[in-house]
């Protein structure tokens, strides 16, 4: 089955700083690439999603960028706020085949901002 | 929509009791998903249904844990006998289509074995 690494396990920060999380995946059929938010004693919560027709996307501070031939995949935050402090989780997964519908998700990374 | 629900928030219980976790997804979506998350092996997929029928029960950790779907608007997840280290917060999520579909999560149950 899949399998999704991803570093590090923690990160620190500045705020203002710019912060990147690293995924990698093994199996080359995943082809949609989510990244979930989970602040303490929350939910996970979806921020951001790539397809694997696409490189690059953004959304404000956020943006994902994906690298099909080396199967990796990364967040990145710019100007980090107190408020981006969170576990964050990357996944994968692929719309066909027997797997359909799963998601494997990362180990997740603990993003702290200090003011 | 109220977003997917879970009952009991928090349980507590000893150990050797049969523990019943519930969820109710999101009207309209066909797929429910149920987890575990714990510090030391973070967020596993325990099991996960399409149209009520279990699809893939790979991650569910031992015959103790049983999970069911009668109809598209509840599930249960039921441990017996509970063990301590089953504690763990347990979540829920569900989605709409398989292909690209967002999973939405529920708040979690916070379980706790003594």
């Known amino acids: 089955g899949e399998n999704v690494e991803q570093h590090p396990s923690t990160l620190s920060v500045q705020e203002g700083d710019s912060a990147v999380i690293k995924c990698t995946y093994s199996?080359?059929?995943?082809?949609?690439f989510p990244w979930y938010k989970q602040e303490l004693g929350k939910r996970p919560q979806l921020i951001i999603d790539?397809?694997?027709?696409?490189g690059e996307k953004k959304d404000q501070r956020i943006a994902v960028t994906l690298n099909k031939t080396a199967k990796h995949f990364s967040l990145h935050i710019t100007e980090t706020q107190p408020e981006d402090s969170a576990v964050y989780f990357c996944?994968?997964?692929?719309?066909?085949?027997?797997?359909?519908?799963?998601?494997?998700f990362g180990r997740g990374t603990q993003l702290t901002v200090w003011p | 929509d109220a977003g997917v629900i879970q009952s009991p928030r928090h349980e507590v219980t000893e150990m050797g009791q049969e523990v019943t976790l519930r969820c109710k997804p999101i009207?309209?979506?066909?797929?429910l998903f149920w987890y575990r998350q714990t510090m030391m092996r973070g967020l596993e997929l325990l099991i996960y249904?399409?149209?009520?029928?279990?699809?893939?029960d790979s991650g569910m950790p031992e015959d103790r844990f049983s999970a069911k779907m009668p109809n598209a608007s509840f599930s249960t997840l039921k441990i017996q006998p509970s063990e301590p280290r089953d504690s763990a917060v347990y979540f829920c999520?569900?989605?709409?289509?398989?292909?690209?579909?967002?999973?939405?999560f529920g708040p979690g149950t916070r379980l706790t074995v003594l």
């Open positions: 999520a569900s989605s709409l289509r398989a292909a690209f579909g967002t999973q939405y």
């Open positions: 199996d080359s059929a995943s082809n949609y």
């Open positions: 790539i397809r694997s027709n696409v």
């Open positions: 996944a994968a997964g692929a719309d066909r085949g027997s797997t359909l519908g799963r998601l494997y």
């Open positions: 009207s309209g979506h066909d797929y």
């Open positions: 249904f399409n149209n009520n029928v279990p699809i893939d």
